[in-house]
């Protein structure tokens, strides 16, 4: 098999600020008859007995004065004008210059105030960031072209919120869709689809199960796993999650068709294992080795000693070690799927063959995907793809199959949003990169597949679902919008 190999891949807005200086650095500039620049002396007692500056020659020069009469006293003059005139008419125009500036900064903060009000106002402009922070969906020049110096807030899905998706088929015939994701305050929201009613239709679980005796408190960003079953006249759909002592809880529906919203908590499961603080988790539905069987859950998870661990419904307190902490990374990304086993001798195929997918580390924090796989015990089956980043939150693995599961698409939610995969149908085919067309610029943030072959995303506040290509098997083509 050929490794994928990954190709590579603030603002400050600045301001004038201006305003009244006390310290007089807004002043305005004079001009002296006596063309001599002037000084800043002591002050005098006037005659009004008002204290005022005098402004003195810096030559110490005397003016000239005739004798006193004995009418008259003598009288200093400025610019040839009596001292005291001068005085007035030059407080009088500091006065003007300090009213012009105080109107200035008041009419400033009367704007600002005004323009705070009316944007606090619009709960489109008020909203808070999923984070908590403050954020605005206005650009830097107004204009709507995108050119923002905030980021603009989820409405919908939260930021962070990872994605899950399954699929069934009834007694009837009818294929039934669920997506599971959460919603800004962290909730957890699952849409349903039928293809009789062709139609999306909004469960909010957390909400719904609000009065029984044990809420749900699932982890804002908690990894997700989901899987259903019609099989021998049982119906079930089934979700995992991690609340927020590492913990995995779940909640089924028992009867999806009767009761679509009959959310609680699963009575077989019991207290949940402890995890790897950050573990993805992943589950999937296996079918029974003969055709009377009813087949069982499986959910795996990572350990608080590193260890990948596998939950069977046949006793869930009893898991099982699949890959030992040395082989592979903390906070592995994980995947689940069943496949078909065979054909036997009499060219018929099985289905109780599971393969799980996490990640390993080399030395260089070069990661890759390997893969165990389940055919009555556990067994290391090799890698799948190489050269993928070390694990983190945005990087995320999801698996599908194809062609009446004779074909399987392993995927790799990359951190700059984009997504690489390996094909295998007979031999192996590497796609370094999945071409998403004919649906909105998408920069994914969470990604999730079913067995029926779809893929879902979410993208710009968004839950996205796209099916195959049937001409180019590197493309998935947009089918619609599941959420909002």
């Known amino acids: 098999m050929k490794p994928v190999i990954m190709q590579s891949y603030s603002t400050l807005e600045v301001r004038t600020a201006e305003g009244y200086d006390p310290e007089g650095t807004n002043k305005e500039a004079v001009t002296h008859c006596d063309s001599l620049y002037p000084q800043l002396a002591s002050f005098e007692n006037d005659a009004t007995g008002t204290y005022l500056p005098e402004v003195v020659n810096s030559k110490r020069e005397q003016p000239f004065s005739g004798p006193p009469t004995s009418h008259e006293q003598p009288i200093g003059r400025i610019c040839g004008l009596p001292k005291r005139t001068f005085y007035l008419i030059l407080a009088g125009g500091i006065l003007v210059v300090i009213g012009a500036i105080a109107g200035g900064v008041a009419g400033g903060l009367a704007h600002t105030q005004h323009y705070t009000s009316n944007h606090s106002s619009d709960p489109q402009n008020a909203q808070d960031g999923p984070d908590g922070g403050s954020s605005g969906n206005g650009d830097g020049d107004g204009n709507g072209n995108g050119n923002s110096t905030t980021t603009n807030p989820n409405v919908n899905v939260l930021s962070i919120s990872k994605l899950s998706s399954t699929n069934r088929t009834d007694a009837n015939g009818n294929m039934h869709r669920t997506v599971f994701f959460q919603d800004t305050s962290s909730a957890i929201i699952a849409r349903r689809w039928d293809s009789q009613n062709k139609t999306w239709t909004t469960s909010n679980i957390t909400e719904s199960m609000r009065g029984s005796t044990s809420p749900l408190n699932p982890l804002p ?35 999806p068709d009767a009761q679509p919203d009959g959310w609680e908590h699963d009575p077989n499961y019991g207290d949940g294992p402890k995890t790897y603080p950050g573990s993805q988790i992943a589950a999937t539905w296996q079918r029974g080795s003969t055709g009377s069987a009813i087949g069982t859950w499986v959910v795996a998870y990572q350990t608080p000693e590193g260890d990948i661990n596998a939950l069977n419904a046949s006793n869930w307190q009893s898991p099982t070690t699949v890959v030992e902490a040395r082989a592979v990374a903390d906070n592995s990304s994980l995947g689940l799927i069943p496949q078909l086993l065979g054909p036997d001798s009499k060219g018929v195929y099985g289905v109780d063959r599971v393969v799980l997918v996490t990640e390993s580390l080399s030395s260089g924090m070069v990661g890759t995907m390997q893969k165990n796989t389940y055919i009555g015990n556990w067994s290391g089956d090799g890698s799948l793809i190489n050269n993928i980043p070390p694990p983190s939150p945005s990087l995320q693995f999801a698996v599908t199959l194809m062609n009446n599961f004779t074909q399987t698409m392993f995927f790799t939610l990359l951190p700059n949003g984009t997504v690489t995969a390996l094909w295998w149908g007979g031999h192996f085919r590497s796609i370094p990169s999945i071409n998403f067309h004919s649906g909105p610029q998408v920069n994914f943030t969470a990604i999730a597949a079913s067995e029926d072959s779809m ?15 049937d001409t180019d098997l590197s493309s998935f083509v947009y089918v619609e919008t599941v959420y909002p």
């Open 221 to 255: 960003g908690a990894s997700m796993a989901s899987a259903s079953c019609f099989f021998n006249t049982v119906a079930e759909t089934h979700l995992w999650f991690l609340v927020p002592d590492n913990e995995v809880s779940a909640v089924w529906l028992s009867d």
């Open 455 to 469: 893929f879902y995303g979410i993208s710009n506040d968004e839950v996205l679902q796209y099916r195959p290509d």
